[in-house]
C-alpha cells in the first residue's frame, strides 16, 4: 500500500511559477511509476505528467509540455511537478498517483494509488 501526500499549491497569477510535491510513504517507491493527474471543476479528471519509475523517461500531456516538468526523487520518495509560465486554464485540483509498473500508464483507472489532491488556482 502506497500512501501519497500532496503539497505546494496555491493562488497564484497567470505566468507564475508553482512546484508541487508529492511524498509516498512507501518504501517501495522506487518500484512505482509516478504520475500527476488534475480535475478542474466541472471536469474529468485528465494526465497531466508522469515518470517511470527508474526516472529515465518522462511523458506529458499536449497542454502542458514545455512548461511543466516533472522529476522524482527515489531517495526522498518524493516526485515533483514545476509548473512555469501557469495560465488559468491550469486551475484545477491536482492530483500525484502511483503505479508499481516501469511504464506510466495515462488514464485514471489504471492508478491503484492517489493523493488527496492539492489546489492550484491560477488568476488572470
Known amino acids: 500500500q502506497v500512501q501519497l501526500v500532496e503539497s505546494g499549491g496555491g493562488l497564484v497569477q497567470a505566468g507564475d511559477s508553482l512546484r508541487l510535491s508529492c511524498a509516498a510513504s512507501?518504501?517501495?517507491?522506487?518500484?512505482?511509476?509516478m504520475a500527476w493527474f488534475r480535475q478542474a471543476p466541472g471536469k474529468e479528471r485528465e494526465f497531466v505528467a508522469a515518470?517511470?519509475?527508474?526516472?529515465?523517461?518522462?511523458y506529458y500531456a499536449d497542454s502542458v509540455k514545455g512548461r511543466f516538468t516533472i522529476s522524482r526523487d527515489n531517495a526522498k520518495n518524493t516526485v515533483y511537478l514545476q509548473m512555469n509560465s501557469l495560465k488559468p486554464e491550469d486551475t484545477a485540483v491536482y492530483y500525484c498517483?502511483?503505479?508499481?509498473?516501469?511504464?506510466?500508464?495515462?488514464?485514471?483507472?489504471?492508478?491503484?494509488?492517489w493523493g488527496q489532491g492539492t489546489q492550484v488556482t491560477v488568476s488572470p
Open positions: 512507501e518504501r517501495t517507491f522506487s518500484s512505482n511509476a
Open positions: 498517483a502511483a503505479r508499481p509498473t516501469f511504464v506510466p500508464p495515462k488514464t485514471v483507472t489504471e492508478y491503484p494509488y
Open positions: 515518470h517511470t519509475r527508474s526516472g529515465g523517461s518522462t
